[in-house]
């Protein structure tokens, strides 16, 4: 099993700038990278960017590529999740997981607590 903790969510405004952190400890080798998701309120959790622990290859959902950066240091197995140009539409709370393998649009684990991210117009 691995913990997830994440943080760095907040309220900001439209077309402003926010850089999410997550903490992974345990059998995080099991896994071959990690993801961040986010739920808004009254939807599905959806997947929203993916990068492998290896390699570092990212992959994105449509609507956030070009505008969010998926990172990690393994040494210190944290990925971040830098979001610029923000949007009303990304107001969710974010939660990280691990993913299979490259490509994966699905969490592996049990999920965290999140961070909310807020962005008012």
């Known amino acids: 099993q691995v913990q997830l903790v994440e943080s760095g969510g907040g309220l900001v405004q439209v077309g402003e700038s926010l850089r999410l952190s997550c903490v992974a400890s345990?059998?995080?080798?099991?896994?071959?990278?990690m993801g961040w998701f986010r739920q808004a309120p009254g939807k599905t959790r959806e997947f929203v960017a993916g990068?492998?622990?290896?390699?570092?290859?990212?992959w994105y959902k449509a609507s956030v590529s070009g505008r969010f950066i998926i990172s990690r240091d393994n040494a210190k197995n944290t990925v971040y999740l830098q979001m610029n140009s923000l949007k009303p539409e990304d107001t969710a709370v974010y939660y990280c997981?691990?993913?299979?393998?490259?490509?994966?649009?699905?969490?592996?684990?049990?999920w965290g607590k999140g961070t909310l991210v807020t962005v008012s117009s």
């Open positions: 997981n691990t993913v299979r393998t490259v490509g994966s649009r699905e969490g592996m684990d049990y």
């Open positions: 345990g059998r995080t080798s099991n896994y071959g990278g």
């Open positions: 990068i492998t622990w290896a390699l570092g290859n990212p």
